[in-house]
T-cell receptor, first 111, second 112 residues
Framework: EDQVTQSPEALRLQEGESSSLNCSYT??????LFWYRQDPGKGPEFLFT?????EEKEKERLKATLTKKESFLHITAPKPEDSATYLC????????????WGAGTKLIIKP | DGGITQSPKYLFRKEGQNVTLSCEQN?????MYWYRQDPGQGLRLIYY???????QKGDIAEGYSVSREKKESFPLTVTSAQKNPTAFYLC???????????FGPGTRLTVL
């Protein structure tokens, strides 16, 4: 069964304290892994797409990496404005049209 | 500016009422989606449409209906058959080359 699991559910960090969020997946023949950021009461905002193991993408303080079983979203020296829920998703085994979503990691950065 | 708009931002429904949520996009995308989001859960697919005049049920289609008469528009009706409709509803469209989905700002539906 296709599944995406994100951990931890919530993460509280001090401003400047680096850490990583995890997204593990079980699908056959990965055809992309997507990371999104969601602020409270708003729609998800696209961040990155990763396609193959070893690939990395960066945007400001965020860096996403991909292995054959999981992806990490590394956040370096975070600021309070990085507080949000981070979602990951992968296309289902049988369809490019449907994404399988993780439940998200709620990141809180305290000043 | 290209994007996806959803209206209204907040919607209140009485028991037994049908309500329709609007979703419009000017990104020229063929595929559009409706998701439901509940606290602590991932996005759950209600319906999706790959092309005008065609749509498919997602994982939780019971109590919902859609239409796709125009490429730009994909309205969702929450019927009285949906027993627990209070949730945050998100509309998305898909960019074919990269399979990326882009989202609207969402509609929060509350049953009174």
């Amino acid at each position: 069964e296709d599944q995406v699991t994100q951990s931890p559910e919530a993460l509280r960090l001090q401003e400047g304290e680096s850490s990583s969020l995890n997204c593990s997946y079980t699908v056959s023949g990965l055809r992309g892994l997507f990371w999104y950021r969601q602020d409270p009461g708003k729609g998800p905002e696209f961040l990155f797409t990763l396609y193959s193991a070893g690939e990395e993408k960066e945007k400001e303080r965020l860096k996403a990496t991909l292995t054959k079983k999981e992806s990490f979203l590394h956040i370096t020296a975070p600021k309070p404005e990085d507080s949000a829920t981070y979602l990951c998703a992968v296309p289902g085994t049988d369809s490019n049209y449907q994404l399988i979503w993780g439940a998200g990691t709620k990141l809180i950065i305290k000043p | 500016d290209g994007g996806i708009t959803q209206s209204p931002k907040y919607l209140f429904r009485k028991e037994g009422q049908n309500v329709t949520l609007s979703c419009e996009q000017n990104l020229n995308h063929d595929a559009m989606y409706w998701y439901r989001q509940d606290p602590g859960q991932g996005l759950r697919l209600i319906y999706y449409s790959q092309i005008v005049n065609d749509f498919q049920k997602g994982d939780i289609a019971e109590g919902y209906s859609v239409s796709r008469e125009k490429k730009e528009s994909f309205p969702l009706t929450v019927t009285s058959a949906q027993k627990n409709p209070t949730a945050f509803y998100l509309c998305a469209s898909r960019d074919p080359p990269a399979d990326t989905q882009y989202f609207g700002p969402g509609t929060r539906l509350t049953v009174l």
